[in-house]
């Protein structure tokens, strides 16, 4: 029977932790240390909510799951769970091959005299994993070759790393520095997969004629002429860019199709029927064949091509728009990737966790040692605080303002979060008057927390470290991340709209207006495409709590 690499892959598919089990009995271990290994295996079917024997003991699969956990969200520590972690691969060691651990190998004395030189602690994090690899091989320095990082490279998915791909990363990052340090530092090149998109040519490719036609179309999206009559409300400048990028993008799919660059000399020859379906293949078969909303979005940005700036006739636009339906697969509203986050807060222990969040986050925030740590805590504290009870836009809230934005409705009244229309995507103003509640943990934060984070001058709510506001992306990022650390649920600041319309709606059936109002949305017809359907299941309780009552009581 084969043991290669083949071979030992089909034996980790067979596995499950059951079986890892067993043979941590059956193996000669220390009382304490058999113990720990049998718990920390059943810790993990419990957190994971499967038996053993429904838990592939594949590394990297493994690894892939357990990375989704987040142990402060159930009353795990950080310390424990690694510990949890190490217990596992050692578990699986038991039964297969496994990489050992960063501090398990002994460095050979050639690689520890050069690792001690290196000055950067992150570099000497990063490259230590792999020189105890190297060690453990009998590779010394001058034995470093391109294969003998394509060898760690591999040895990675034999660990429980959260990201082997960012591991690596980080080696080469070292392994340069390390080479600009140290003299003697071994001159082999590393290389890490370069995941940018290198496919979208750039303008300076097509004739002039389409990049003149692009300009035109992209200068009047952003209303540049002011004399010029349109019929849409001008895009902000990101927006203009993406578009700019689209029609790049679908243009280059067209000549990586085969198409000569040379003949696209306008947008028209992107919405032609054909043309327009060879472009999409492109996109689709980068899918596995699948259709997605970004692709249905950039065929819909298309036809806004076709209608607004090219004026094509009835017919052309219909065909366009039956392509679009068939990209879209009926898809309406809400995507199922939201759907299914919404799902979450079905569980009331799960909403009760994110509704009790901020006032959680404060007190973890007052009690941190770490002054400008738990003052960024509030901060995030109070960001997830105003998305729960004013669900506006993530570049709205990054860009509040604690003196243009935040109106008293007087000296003992209370305090409305009020956004101008041309600060909104779609010209609607926001006003958001906030429960005491809020207030006074925005208050709080202003008095106690603010005053570490930001420099004299600034007025943002969330000041940068320049004063300004903070960037939108990170704070977005920031907010996720925290929701993920003590909920375990992945929740990003837009679906915090999302859960307003959800929360509303399964506590009023039916309640569109109000969910119209709340978000901002300027057609009752964009709440109700968006929303139908997501109160279905607390309706459908309201009938049979009408029924059963009725059946309940004596007939007349």
């Known amino acids: 029977m084969s043991s290669g690499p083949a071979s030992r892959r089909n034996q980790i ?73 190490s217990h596992v691969r050692s ?31 992150p570099a000497r994090i990063a490259l230590s994993r792999f020189v105890r690899f190297c060690s453990a091989e009998g590779i010394e320095p001058e034995g470093v070759t391109a294969a003998t990082f394509v060898a760690f490279r591999t040895d ?33 090149g590393i ?27 992209c200068d009047r999206l952003a209303g540049r002429d002011l004399l010029e009559e349109i019929s849409f409300r001008p895009a902000r400048p990101i927006t203009v860019r993406h578009r700019n990028f689209q029609i790049r993008s679908f243009g280059s799919a067209l000549v990586l199709r085969g198409r000569d660059p040379g003949t696209i000399i306008s947008l028209r020859d992107l919405v032609e029927i054909e043309a327009f379906k060879e472009g999409l293949k492109f996109f689709i078969e980068r899918k596995g064949g699948k259709s997605t909303s970004a692709i249905a979005h950039l065929a819909r940005s298309l036809k806004s ?5 090219l004026h094509l006739d009835r017919d052309h636009l219909d065909k366009l728009g039956t392509i679009i339906v068939r990209l879209e697969g009926g898809r309406r509203g809400l995507t199922e990737t939201n759907r299914a986050r919404l799902r979450q807060l079905d569980d009331l222990q799960n909403l009760a966790a994110l509704l009790q969040l901020p006032r959680k986050l404060m007190g973890i925030a007052a009690r941190n040692r770490r002054p400008h ?54 010209s609607e103003p926001l006003d958001y008057p906030l429960p005491p509640q809020s207030v006074e943990i925005i208050e709080r934060y202003l008095r106690e927390f603010r005053p570490r984070l930001a ?19 990170f704070l977005a990022q920031q907010i996720s991340n925290t929701i993920h650390t003590y909920t375990g649920m992945r929740i990003n600041p837009h679906l915090f709209r999302h859960v307003a319309a959800k929360l509303y709606l399964d506590a009023n059936p039916g309640g569109y207006e109000v969910v119209r109002r709340v978000l901002g949305q300027r057609s009752i017809n964009t709440t109700v495409r968006f929303y139908t359907g997501l109160e279905t299941a607390s309706a459908v309780r309201h009938f049979d709590a009408t029924i059963l009552r009725l059946r309940k009581e004596p007939n007349n």
């Open 91 to 121: 578990s699986l060691a038991l039964v297969q091959r496994m990489a050992p651990g960063r501090h398990l190998n002994n460095m050979s004395p050639a690689w520890e005299a050069l690792w001690t030189q290196l000055k950067s602690r």
């Open 156 to 188: 990675l998915d034999h660990t429980l790393l959260n990201s082997p791909d960012r591991a690596f990363a980080a080696l080469a990052r070292g392994w340069r520095l390390a080479q600009k340090e140290i003299y003697r530092w071994p001159r082999a």
């Open 455 to 473: 420099p004299a001058g600034s007025t943002a709510l969330f000041p940068g470290r320049s004063g300004g506001p903070k960037a939108g992306n």
């Open 373 to 426: 740590r738990g003052s960024v805590t509030a901060q995030i504290a109070v960001a997830i605080e105003i998305l729960t009870m004013a669900p506006m836009r993530i570049r709205n809230l990054a860009t509040l303002d604690i003196y243009r934005n935040f109106v008293r409705t007087g000296p003992n009244g209370g305090v409305h979060i009020v956004v101008e229309p041309e600060e909104v995507k779609n």
């Open 305 to 309: 091509i076709a209608r607004h700036h």
């Open 191 to 217: 290389a890490t997969p370069d995941r940018r998109n290198r496919w979208t040519l750039p303008l300076t490719r097509f004739p002039a004629s389409f990049q003149e036609d692009c300009k035109a179309w």
């Open 13 to 85: 598919r067979e596995l499950s932790l059951a079986e890892v089990l067993a043979a941590v009995f059956s193996a000669n271990l220390p009382d304490r240390r058999r113990q720990e290994m049998a718990s920390a295996l059943r810790t993990v079917s419990r957190v994971l909510g499967k038996p053993l024997a429904s838990v592939p003991a594949d590394p990297r699969r493994l690894s892939d799951r357990l990375k989704q956990v987040s142990p402060l969200a159930i009353d795990i520590s950080p310390g424990r769970w690694n510990n949890i972690r």
